[in-house]
């Protein structure tokens, strides 16, 4: 199985930046995908970015611009630079593997105003 191990989240004010790193244990497939969403309280997880194995990005409509997706396959590790944050960017930010849908625990990043 493989195992997600996040880190870089932390508290930065509106206008600031964060950067997010997810290690994965083990790659089971040279096809993946690895995400990060986010779920904030009271509301459902949410798709923020994702970068498949050949290094193709999708970003929501909310962060485009702001926040930037990238991997190293030697490190299998994914990191999401997040700049001009806004408080509605708060969150809890997992880190996601596919395929096998395996999930990190977690990491809280607070903006505040």
């Known amino acids: 199985q493989v195992q997600l191990v996040e880190s870089g989240g932390g508290l930065a004010q509106a206008g600031g930046s964060l950067r997010l790193s997810c290690v994965a244990s083990?790659?089971?497939?040279?096809?993946?995908?690895m995400g990060w969403y986010r779920q904030a309280p009271g509301k459902q997880r949410e798709l923020v970015a994702s970068?498949?194995?050949?290094?193709?990005?999708y970003y929501a409509e909310s962060v485009k611009g702001r926040f930037t997706i990238s991997r190293d396959n030697a490190k299998n590790t994914v990191y999401l630079q997040m700049d001009t944050l806004k408080p509605e960017d708060t969150a809890v930010y997992y880190c996601?593997?596919?395929?096998?849908?395996?999930w990190g625990q977690g990491t809280q990043v607070t903006v505040s105003s």
């Open positions: 970068i498949n194995s050949l290094g193709g990005t």
């Open positions: 996601k593997y596919s395929p096998g849908d395996r």
């Open positions: 083990r790659v089971i497939s040279s096809l993946n995908v």
